[in-house]
């Protein structure tokens, strides 16, 4: 029997008592109950204050984003909104990022492998959506796939997409991801994977944001995560400007813990990584 059950029998028996003094007991414990019932009866506490952002009332994926018309790297259609009844962890990047989006996904994929290793695969899902949708196709998004998981059968609970370009903007701007195309550097780089000049780039924050089962929005982590040498591929090292090499060596603004922190409270579960 739950605590809570137990609560019930309680205030069942003591209901029968005549005391006053009882009676208002009672009306205490049901109060008591009824927030208990409305924060969810979690057992694993929120992430302490000082990690990420915490968003005190739930925000509600409205229903016309949640349904975007979005393409994984398979060129399947897919939507968040398919989602719903998971965890799910959504995340911005560009495959042709330099910089930052390197240690984000390698972040990511570290989390998820935690998250399958503590058998929670099928309870939380990773989203990974670019912000570069005409130079994401499905066919870069599956090569950007492969040099960070290997075979599709390796973390099936992580998707990239991507979409026409409206479709995507619709998305981010509703959650606040700043984006900016700029010219590209001098001499500019070539694309890792097809070798084409690249003409242009994309300023763009950096942010993972956590939705509970209902598909609202709880928490944030925002910049750029830790991420070491050996957790990059050697493509996508080699594909590094100076100043994404020297990030590999800094301390980021949040960690894989502090990420399975947040997913084990959201799914009700303590996660070691």
Not at 127 to 140: K, Y
Not at 219 to 231: D, H, Q, V
Request: glycine fraction near 8%; charge should be positive; charged fraction near 25%.
């Amino acid at each position: 029997m739950t605590w809570v059950s137990r609560l019930r029998v309680w205030v069942h028996v003591h209901d029968r008592l005549p005391s006053q003094d009882v009676t208002r007991l009672r009306a205490l414990v049901l109060a008591a109950l009824a927030v208990v019932l409305l924060a969810g009866c979690g057992s694993v506490p929120r992430p302490a204050a000082g990690i990420g952002t915490y968003l005190k009332g739930p925000k509600p994926l409205p229903s016309a984003i949640a349904g975007l018309h979005l393409v994984d790297s398979s060129g399947h259609a897919r939507s968040l909104a398919q989602l719903r009844g998971k965890v799910v962890v959504v995340q911005d990047t560009m495959t042709l990022c330099q910089e930052t989006c390197p240690m984000d996904t390698a972040a990511l994929v570290k989390t998820a492998r935690e998250v399958d290793a503590a058998g929670l695969t099928s309870k939380v899902e990773f989203v990974t959506v670019t912000v570069d949708p005409h130079r994401d196709t499905p066919a870069q998004l599956a090569a950007y796939r492969e040099l960070y998981a290997g075979t599709k059968q390796d973390l099936p609970n992580w998707v990239l997409l991507t979409g026409k370009p409206k479709v995507v903007d619709t998305l981010w701007k509703f959650l606040g991801v700043y984006r900016k195309r700029v010219p590209q550097d001098d001499p500019p780089p070539k694309n890792w994977r097809t070798g084409k000049t690249l003409t242009y780039d994309i300023e763009h924050s950096d942010e993972a944001f956590f939705f509970d089962t209902r598909l609202r929005e709880r928490f944030i982590l925002e910049g750029m995560p830790t991420a070491g040498k050996g957790s990059i591929p050697a493509r996508i090292r080699k594909f590094l400007s100076k100043e994404g090499r020297d990030n590999l060596h800094k301390a980021g603004d949040w960690t894989t813990g502090q990420a399975l922190d947040v997913i084990g409270w959201l799914a009700d579960k303590r996660i070691s990584g």
